[in-house]
């Protein structure tokens, strides 16, 4: 079945950016210039009377227009509880999103900020306090339109596309599935009485900036209703005595906002293990767009996928990680997993 806007979405160029964006109401000076994105396309603008914004094309038929609308109310809610994050820029009649041949579009403030390489013992509680605040707005109302963090959305349906459409070589699929399947029965165990409300979802270093105010969260695109402990593992280190010591200064400022359970740790491991199953399957999903064979050139080969069920069975069966496993996500020469392994995207 044919997507309405792929092929426009596909061939997306500087003077279709900039006409959407003067439709919207903002005369351009002609800079434009392409962000580096990958679930969609982002592109930095000029404006004629001075300035930038940033203008957000959606990947068409991932989101609908009711879930790209939360994904902004959301943000709203936190900006009016003065927590920072951006938030769209409101169009003529306080819309935030336009379309233009078959695809959304949004427009953001041009935020200036630096990447945040590494969290030090003082950020780590500021950082603790702030995710703690957005989580208090995020518990205050129920999604309606946004996924659910759960096995059927995270688990399950990724693993069946993955099989129905063949993209594991036989000599694998047991073993696979077989991981698979103890991951589910995992998370199905310790999940039962896990509390559950809107997160960020994608919250790991890359989407987290310093400005001149301080710490910023950015990139909602992902949020969903899920467990606060998903907020925790991409952005936090696990795994020995000093990455305990600065969960626990995360937590000493997240404990001064907001309730906490340890036992909830309990979930990282089945969390990641979803995380695999699924980021494999979105890169299945979009293998025909250009540019994600460019960006995965391992993926789809027997060693990327017996990469991948050696660390699903290491997950599963809490085996030990040898010192030659690499993620599935980057197949870097990295002997360890960091949490950039589980980005979505390069925004």
């Excluded at 309405?4 to 279709?16: A, H, Q, V």
């Excluded at 899920?226 to 952005?235: I, K, R, T, Y």
């Excluded at 994600?292 to 017996?306: L, Q, S, V």
Aim: glycine content about 6%.
């Amino acid at each position: 079945m044919e997507i309405p806007g792929k092929e426009f979405y596909n061939r997306l160029d500087i003077d279709s950016v900039l006409t959407a964006v003067e439709d919207a109401g903002f005369p351009v000076s002609g800079h434009c210039l392409a962000l580096n994105s990958l679930e969609n396309r982002v592109y930095d603008v000029g404006l004629e009377e001075g300035g930038r914004l940033v203008v957000k094309f959606y990947r068409p038929a991932r989101w609908t227009l009711h879930q790209i609308l939360e994904e902004h109310s959301f943000l709203k809610e936190l900006e009016e509880a003065e927590i920072p994050v951006i938030a769209p820029l409101p169009l003529e009649n306080g819309v935030t999103v336009r379309e233009t041949k078959g695809i959304y579009y949004t427009l953001w403030p041009l935020q200036k900020g630096r990447l945040v390489e590494e969290l030090t013992e003082e950020n780590l509680p500021i950082l603790g306090r702030l995710l703690a605040r957005i989580h208090n707005i995020g518990s205050s109302k129920p999604s309606q339109h946004r996924l659910n963090l759960d096995l059927k959305n995270f688990g399950e349906e990724p693993l069946r596309f993955l099989q129905e459409k063949a993209f594991l070589p036989k000599f694998l699929q047991a073993r696979h599935e077989a991981a698979c399947k103890q991951i589910f029965n995992r998370y199905t165990e310790v999940s039962k009485s896990i509390p559950l409300h809107r997160i960020h979802g994608d919250c790991h270093k890359g989407n987290l900036i310093h400005t001149k105010d301080g710490f910023c969260f950015i990139d909602f695109d992902d949020f969903v209703t899920g467990p606060a402990v998903q907020d925790f593992w991409m952005l936090l280190p696990f795994g020995d005595s000093r990455s305990d010591y600065e969960r626990e200064l995360f937590l000493s400022g997240y404990k001064e906002f907001r309730e906490f359970s340890d036992t909830w740790f309990d979930l990282v491991e089945p969390l990641r293990g979803l995380r695999y199953i699924h980021y494999s399957a979105w890169i299945a999903k979009r293998w025909e767009d250009p540019s994600f064979p460019n960006a995965f050139p391992h993926f789809g080969t027997d060693e990327y996928w017996e990469k991948e069920t050696t660390d699903l069975e290491r997950l599963a069966f809490q085996l030990p990680q040898s010192t030659e496993e690499r993620s599935p996500a980057s197949r870097s020469e990295e002997s360890e997993l960091t949490n950039k392994d589980f980005f979505w995207d390069l925004e």
